[in-house]
């Protein structure tokens, strides 16, 4: 089975502080993705990484930074964060191929206060 | 710019009906529709489409796609309180990547 893992489920930081969000997965894919989930707007893509150390910007980048210096890790990083990131994120993984699905993470519910 | 749109965004049934859930996509390059179902954890995948008209089945659930009108349906029959969830649906377009495109779910609750 396929596990995607991430660090935190749950998360408080406090306005203007640098966070990181970790998600791992230990099925050798290529693709890993980070997504924020907020009521009645559903999953909405930040960033998405195809190999190691390269990225790219989903619909909603603003405000989030990126890093996938080893295949199983791709990082999530509020340089500073705001009120307006307080939100649910998942990530995801997806072997490069004709399937499109792709594996979750359990989430991690992030607060700022 | 990709779109996925879902309906009815929240549903309120009880145990035994049947209950259908709709999804309307306009994706670049589309390739596939995927349904995932959400409890209080990681989503779940369903189903994956690529072709119209045919029907995917797993036990009390199913799906179609049709690929001229640009939706796709997911159908439980004989619903049971552990349905009771948000179900995501979600359009694959573009590149190799295998970017998806989700919509704003579906919050189903079961009643017994």
């Known amino acids: 089975d396929v596990k995607v893992t991430q660090s935190s489920r749950y998360l408080v930081k406090r306005t203007g502080e640098k966070v990181f969000l970790e998600c791992v997965q230990d099925m050798d894919h290529e693709n890993m993705f980070w997504y924020r989930q907020d009521p009645g707007l559903g999953l909405r893509l930040i960033y998405f990484?195809?190999?190691?150390?390269?990225?790219e910007k989903g619909d909603i980048p603003e405000g989030y930074s990126v890093s996938r210096e080893k295949k199983e890790r791709f990082s999530l990083i509020l340089e500073s964060a705001s009120t307006n990131q307080t939100s649910m994120y998942l990530c995801?993984?997806?072997?490069?191929?004709?399937?499109?699905?792709?594996?979750f993470g359990p989430g991690t519910r992030l607060t700022v206060t | 710019e990709d779109k996925v749109v879902q309906s009815p965004l929240s549903l309120v049934v009880h145990e035994g009906d049947t209950v259908t859930l709709n999804c309307s996509y306009e994706v670049t390059n589309f390739r596939s529709l995927l349904w995932y179902k959400q409890e209080k954890k990681a989503p779940t995948f369903l189903f994956m489409l690529t072709s119209s008209g045919i029907e995917k089945k797993s036990g009390r659930l199913s799906s179609i796609l049709d690929k001229k009108e640009l939706f796709s349906i997911l159908n439980i029959t004989a619903t049971q309180t552990g349905d009771s969830a948000v179900y995501l649906c979600?359009?694959?377009?573009?590149?190799?990547?295998?970017?998806?495109?989700f919509g704003q779910g579906t919050i189903l609750t079961v009643h017994p």
């Open positions: 990484s195809y190999d190691v150390k390269m990225k």
């Open positions: 979600a359009a694959a377009g573009g590149t190799s990547y295998g970017k998806l495109t």
């Open positions: 995801a993984s997806r072997p490069t191929g004709a399937r499109n699905e792709q594996y």
